[in-house]
């Protein structure tokens, strides 16, 4: 079976639940065109990849999808309480939201359907400036895999 628009979009929505269980943080449903609130994250577009016809597959009969979801979480550097320890614990707190559902049961109280996990697996830090307005930002790009199976 395929992975179709409806299972990426409610694996999406699920996503999004997880951050939105980050407190204080904004959570778009797309990249915002500027960073008027702090601190935000957002997902991008997926990496979308069956497993090999070589590898086998997690329950007999089934496919098996791994979707890698960019996510970019962002703090201001401009006060001086959000500072890197303010950001460190930003995307520590990113990690254990998805490491305490893994399973993407988000509000809704039930796994996602066919997710067998997820987990945010990288996070890259960089530094950036808004020279309009000479605004510093630290800016995570993160990196959470999902382990789909479709039967």
Not at 7 to 36: N, W
Not at 88 to 114: H, K, N, S
Not at 115 to 143: D, F, G, K, P
């Given at each position: 079976?395929?992975?179709?628009?409806?299972?990426?979009?409610?694996?999406?929505?699920?996503?999004?639940q997880v951050l939105q269980?980050?407190?204080?943080?904004?959570?778009?449903?797309?990249?915002?065109?500027?960073?008027?609130?702090?601190p935000c994250a957002w997902?991008?577009?997926?990496?979308?990849?069956?497993?090999?016809?070589?590898?086998?597959?997690?329950?007999?009969?089934?496919?098996?999808?791994?979707?890698?979801?960019?996510?970019?979480?962002?703090?201001?550097?401009?006060?001086?309480?959000?500072?890197?320890?303010?950001?460190?614990?930003?995307?520590?707190?990113?990690?254990?939201?998805?490491?305490?559902?893994?399973?993407?049961?988000?509000?809704?109280?039930?796994?996602?359907?066919?997710?067998?996990?997820?987990?945010?697996?990288?996070?890259?830090?960089?530094?950036?400036?808004?020279?309009?307005?000479?605004?510093?930002?630290?800016?995570?790009?993160?990196?959470?895999?999902?382990?789909?199976?479709?039967?």
């Amino acid at each position: 079976m395929a992975a179709t628009k409806t299972t990426l979009t409610v694996t999406r929505d699920r996503l999004q639940q997880v951050l939105q269980t980050i407190p204080g943080v904004k959570v778009y449903d797309h990249e915002p065109l500027s960073l008027d609130s702090l601190p935000c994250a957002w997902l991008g577009l997926p990496t979308i990849t069956r497993v090999s016809v070589d590898d086998r597959e997690t329950q007999l009969g089934s496919d098996t999808w791994l979707y890698e979801w960019p996510v970019t979480i962002a703090d201001s550097l401009d006060v001086p309480e959000r500072g890197h320890n303010a950001a460190l614990e930003l995307v520590a707190q990113a990690i254990g939201a998805f490491d305490e559902d893994e399973t993407l049961t988000g509000t809704v109280g039930t796994p996602a359907p066919g997710i067998v996990r997820a987990a945010m697996v990288s996070a890259e830090a960089e530094h950036r400036l808004n020279e309009e307005t000479s605004q510093r930002y630290i800016v995570w790009t993160c990196s959470v895999q999902v382990l789909h199976e479709v039967a």
